[in-house]
Every structure is written in structure tokens, then in C-alpha cells.
């Protein structure tokens, strides 16, 4: 199928490879068709009316449980700071030990006892004080050394060129020149996770979908997505720590694996993405995997009223994803190629889909996902014309998200999406500096 056959598994810069794990997807994850069906389920009568999304027209699977009343549409009053439990989104674990976690090494091993976590005083939720951004880059250069010339996440990624067109829908719901109707230029990254441009095309990491919308006459908008429901860290607080603890110990140049265990245990949250990536088979094809934005964001619709979402962007191709066998055999290279020889024959499409939160989700840690059952909406397209025919291109001097807002697309206050845009300039300025 894809030619060459030689087994590489790819290791991330100061983490464990992945091995292929034979496991069943934990309830309500995704392994081949689940997305394609959230996409079509729609909105029942009073969820739909809660974000004015009119009833009837979404009309699909009927909310599920949790579905109370409907509230006033507008924004949702943020639960307070701190890890808190996302209200009806926890999911049954997976039976398998957590994987490798985006923008991180894979958090390894058994939990320890607590008796050890107390005496590493690790037993507790990170503390809260800010990261600073550069707090974050040191956090990361401590793990995967300093940043020169590669993102020191996603390193490796193939440009791709395109345009985005809002349905009706999105049009209504947000006054962002990005959906108003027309076909808005795109410049698009792909990636793979992990800190080193040789990552693995089929390691059980995360791929990644980067957009730098390009509105005539507006600012341009940028994202980044992933391709997990959830992110990695609770908080950025979490998140910084989380890097910090695998920082290699300077006498054996190897990180503690006792710390990593008892902070881990002490943030459990830490894991839920490895886990998810554990559970689930790799894509097959950039084309072939939903897209998830994970952070909640704030949209303003031509109604005036802002409503709380977070998008995925869903494959019109549908999901597939490799086989234990392909995992094998596969090239690590060989999703740019894939992804070229599709383009050519026809543009590459992505629906844009928005989801609503009900109540009890928590809007402010990307580590809960919200229950599939929650109303839904397309409100765009997302064509893939062109790919880069090799490394490089005009996607690496992006760093996407340091833009912060769109107007009709705002900031949520999930600390999470909050502490992004400035560590990603930060990092854009270290890999643009010449030698
Ligand atoms: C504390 C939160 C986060 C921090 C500090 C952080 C930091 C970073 C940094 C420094 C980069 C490299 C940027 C560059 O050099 O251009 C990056 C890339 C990336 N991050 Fe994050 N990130 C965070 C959260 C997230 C989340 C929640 C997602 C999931 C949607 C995400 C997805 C990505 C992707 C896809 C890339 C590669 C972008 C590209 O293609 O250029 N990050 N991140």
C-alpha cells in the first residue's frame, strides 16, 4: 500500500516509544465510525433552543442524560479555578497504562504508593501559581533541550494550502469575518507529536491540524488542533509541572521515574490523554482522523448572544485508522506522501463542527471531554488543495496561536487556552533565529 516496509518505531526526544497495545477503545471514544455518527447527532428540541440553534432543524439523537432545562442562552458562568471534575464527562478508563501525551513524554508506569509520593512531597494537585511563558519554554527546553530550529511540539508537520467557507450557520453564529460565507484562504499544518522531526507516522501520538485563516480586507485568525478529544493538562500549572518532573536528573541523564510515577498519581489528569491514545489505533491518513480544538471558545453570533463551544474538525472521508499489522510495517514517513497522492486526485474536505455544552460540563479543563450527546453544528468546510511537495514551506514560519482572538470568536476562560498564545510566540522567535 504505501510502499517501503521497514518497522520503525519512533521515540519522542525524552520519552518512551509507544509499543502497540492490544486493547478495546474505552466507552465512548472514537476507534472507526464513532465521530462520523456525533457529527450527525443533532440537537434535541431543548438543547437546541438553549443555544439558539433552532429546534427540529438539528433534530438527531435525543439529549442524554444530564438534560434538564432549558437556560438562557449566553455564556455559562465558569466553574471556579483549580482541577475540578468535569460535570457528567467522565468516562470509563481504558485498561491500559497511559501513552504518549501531546506537547509531553509518555507518562510511564505503575502508580506508586502513596507512602512514596509523600515522601517526594508530590501528594497534590500542582500548585496554583502561573507559568510565566517563560517558565513554559525553559520547562520544555529542559526536557527536549533548547529550541533552535523545530517546534518543540508537533516538530514534524507538512504544509498544506486550502480554503475555509462558513455554512449559513456559522455565518449566524459568529460575526468573524472567518464565517462570513465566502471562501477564506488557509494556510494549514500538519503534524505529528512529539519534540523531533523523525517522530513516528504510526506511533500512538497525536496528529495535529494547524489553520492560518487569511480573511481579505481582516486580520487573519489562526488554531490548532488535535487528534484526541482531550489535552494532556488540567491546567498550565499542571502542565508546566508535568514537563518539569521529566527533566533528566543531570547524574544519570535519565529522568526519575519515582517522581514522574508520584506526580502523575497526585494529577491523575495528566494521563487521560496517554490513556486515550493507548486505547486507540493510529490514523491512517492525516485525512482520516477527526481534529479536535479540546479548549472551550466563545462565540458571537450575528444575534448578539455569545455562546460557550469547542469544535472538531470531522473527516468527509470518514475515520480509518492503521491496523496492529500496518503499525508493524508502515515506513515512519509516510503521511505526508499519503496525504499528497489524495490531494492530487481531489481536494481533501473537513466539516467544522461546533459543540455546545449542557449543564454540568465543565468549560474550563481541556482533560474532560463533553458527552457526545451534547447538540452539535456544522459551520464550515475546511478544502485541503495543496500540499508542500517537501519539508518547509510558508506554515513553519507560523506559529499558530500566537494570535490570540478573532472578533466573534473569543477566548473562553479555560487557563488553559490562556497561557497558549505567549509560550508559542516565545517559541516562534527561538526557531526563526538564524545560527
Ligand atoms: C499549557 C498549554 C499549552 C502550551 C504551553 C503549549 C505550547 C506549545 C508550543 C510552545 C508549541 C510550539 C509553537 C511553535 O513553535 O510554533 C505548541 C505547538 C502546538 N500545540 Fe500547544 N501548547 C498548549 C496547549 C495545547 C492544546 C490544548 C492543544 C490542542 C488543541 C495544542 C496543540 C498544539 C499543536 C497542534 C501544535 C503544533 C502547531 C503547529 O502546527 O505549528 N497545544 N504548543
Redesign the pocket.
Known amino acids: 500500500m504505501f510502499g517501503r516496509q521497514h518497522l520503525h518505531r519512533g521515540a519522542d526526544h525524552g520519552g518512551a516509544g509507544i509499543q502497540p497495545l492490544q486493547v478495546d477503545a474505552p466507552a465512548g471514544f472514537d476507534q472507526r465510525s464513532r465521530h462520523r455518527e456525533g457529527a450527525a447527532h443533532g440537537v434535541d428540541g431543548s438543547e437546541g433552543r438553549r443555544w439558539g440553534l433552532g429546534a427540529g432543524r438539528h433534530a438527531g439523537k435525543s439529549g442524554g442524560a444530564g438534560v434538564k432545562e432549558a437556560s438562557p442562552p449566553g455564556m455559562v458562568p465558569p466553574p471556579g479555578p483549580g482541577i475540578e471534575e468535569g460535570g457528567g464527562a467522565a468516562r470509563p478508563g481504558p485498561r491500559t497504562p497511559a501513552g504518549r501525551t ?2 509531553m513524554p509518555a507518562a510511564r508506569g505503575a502508580i506508586p504508593a502513596a507512602a512514596a509520593m509523600i515522601a517526594l512531597g508530590l501528594a497534590g494537585p500542582a500548585a496554583a501559581q502561573a507559568p510565566t511563558a517563560v517558565q ?2 525553559e520547562a ?1 527546553e529542559g526536557v527536549v533541550g533548547p529550541i533552535r530550529t523545530h ?4 516538530a514534524k ?1 507538512t504544509c498544506a494550502a486550502g480554503s475555509f467557507t462558513a455554512t449559513p450557520e456559522g455565518t449566524r453564529l459568529s460575526v468573524s469575518p472567518v464565517f462570513g460565507g465566502q471562501a477564506v484562504p488557509a494556510i494549514i ?1 500538519f ?1 505529528v507529536g512529539g519534540s523531533t522531526p523523525t517522530a513516528s507516522d504510526t506511533a500512538r501520538s497525536t496528529r ?1 491540524l ?1 489553520i492560518r485563516f487569511q480573511p481579505p480586507g481582516a486580520a487573519p485568525w489562526d488554531m ?3 487528534s484526541a478529544p482531550i ?1 494532556g ?1 488540567p491546567t ?1 500549572e499542571a ?1 508546566v509541572e508535568n514537563l518539569r518532573v521529566r527533566r533528566p536528573d543531570p547524574a544519570t541523564g535519565r529522568p526519575d521515574q519515582a517522581r514522574i510515577d508520584a506526580f502523575v498519581a497526585a494529577n491523575p489528569k495528566v494521563a487521560l490523554q496517554g490513556r486515550w491514545l493507548a486505547a486507540t489505533l493510529p490514523p491512517a491518513s492525516f485525512a482520516s482522523t477527526p481534529y ?4 472551550t471558545f466563545r462565540f458571537r453570533g450575528a444575534d448578539g448572544e455569545v455562546r460557550p463551544a469547542r469544535w472538531v474538525f470531522e473527516p468527509a472521508a470518514g475515520v480509518a485508522r492503521l491496523t496492529e499489522e500496518q503499525m508493524r510495517s508502515l515506513p515512519t514517513d509516510f503521511l505526508a506522501e499519503e496525504l499528497r497522492g489524495r490531494v492530487a486526485r481531489a481536494p481533501v474536505a473537513f466539516d467544522m463542527v461546533l459543540q455546545f455544552p449542557g449543564p454540568g460540563d465543565d468549560l474550563n479543563d ?1 482533560t474532560m471531554a463533553w458527552p457526545d450527546d451534547r447538540p452539535r453544528t456544522t459551520v464550515g468546510r475546511l478544502l485541503v488543495t495543496e500540499v508542500a511537495a517537501g519539508p518547509g514551506g510558508a ?1 513553519d514560519r ?3 496561536l500566537a494570535l490570540a482572538n478573532a472578533p466573534g470568536v473569543e477566548f473562553s476562560d479555560d487557563p ?1 487556552l490562556r ?2 498564545p505567549a ?2 510566540a516565545v ?2 522567535s527561538k ?1 526563526s533565529q538564524q545560527p
Open positions: 501531546d506537547h513554559v519554554i520544555f517546534r518543540p511540539s508537533h508537520g499544518r503534524g495535529g494547524s490548532a488542533n488535535i489535552f493538562a498550565p502542565f479536535w480544538g479540546v479548549n481541556p506554515c507560523i506559529s499558530y488553559i497561557a497558549r509560550p508559542y517559541s516562534l526557531r
